[in-house]
């Protein structure tokens, strides 16, 4: 019996100038660290019985980590549309902006809106593709939104707004 999945849906092909510059350089240190694996894994391979070999299986599988991660930066790369202006409208929330939103309790939280290739929830940073940033897209100041799922509902009203330059 095979696990079989449906096929993701596509995430939006928009990227923050800064988040394209962090591809880049990890697209570069991949690269970088594949050699290093690649030297490591031919030291093991020398040591001679490789199905008993911890360090040769241990490469292996990270040397196909690093495959997997090049192979997909070097698809969605080409891509993806980089956004490095504010939109003319900067009353009204698009990609890129930074929002701040006041629940009902009263409690404020700010969010960035970025691509799905920039998801950082550390960092407050939404995907264009979450369903919060999809409800505030084109919203502006005291607009109230409603974000619902299976569980809650959960209402914000748009306190702020402001991009970076």
């Known amino acids: 019996m095979s696990r079989w999945r449906p096929p993701q849906a596509k995430s939006s092909p928009y990227i923050t100038h800064t988040g394209y510059q962090y591809l880049e350089t990890e697209s570069r240190e ?5 050699k290093e694996v690649t030297a490591a894994l031919s030291a093991a391979a020398a040591e001679g019985d490789r199905s008993e ?6 490469r292996k599988k990270e040397l196909r980590g690093i495959d997997r991660r090049i192979h997909y930066l070097q698809k969605r790369m ?5 956004i490095a202006r504010p939109p003319d409208d900067q009353d009204r929330i698009f990609f890129s902006a930074w929002v701040t939103l006041e629940n009902e309790q009263g409690e404020e939280i700010t969010y960035r ?28 100041f005291d607009d109230e939104v409603v974000v619902s799922n299976e569980v809650q509902t959960t209402r914000y009203v748009v306190v702020d707004i402001r991009y970076e330059t």
Not at 30 to 34: E, V, Y
Not at 78 to 82: F, R, Y
């Open 30 to 34: 991949l690269w970088d660290k594949r």
């Open 78 to 82: 080409p891509s993806l549309n980089i």
């Open 53 to 58: 070999n911890a360090e040769y299986i241990y």
């Open 113 to 140: 809106i970025v691509g799905a290739d920039e998801l950082d929830p550390k960092k407050n940073y939404i995907s264009l593709d979450s369903p919060l940033a999809k409800v505030l897209l084109k919203k502006t």
